[in-house]
């Protein structure tokens, strides 16, 4: 299964958030899937004693600065 990236650098934060939910909104679900994925670790939204190479597989969104959206055909 391929997936296409096509929003990068959406920002983490209410404007982002209101972005994502809108296209969820209009997604056409019976055809596409959506993949949010976090871009850029934001160091000072991380706990105390986690760095980079606490997250092998990718941050969560929640310490990312931006968030990446895929989309993939169902």
């Known amino acids: 299964m391929a997936f296409n990236y096509l929003f990068g650098y959406v920002p983490n934060n ?3 958030e209101e972005f994502i939910k809108n296209l969820k909104k209009f997604l056409n679900k019976d055809g ?3 993949v949010l994925k976090g871009q850029h670790l934001d160091q000072s ?3 105390p004693g986690k760095n980079w190479r606490h997250f092998t597989r990718g941050q ?3 310490y990312s600065k931006y968030t ?3 989309f993939t055909r169902r």
């Open 14 to 16: 209410e404007e982002g």
């Open 60 to 62: 969560p969104r929640k």
């Open 32 to 34: 596409y899937k959506m």
């Open 68 to 70: 990446r959206i895929y």
């Open 45 to 47: 939204k991380l706990p």
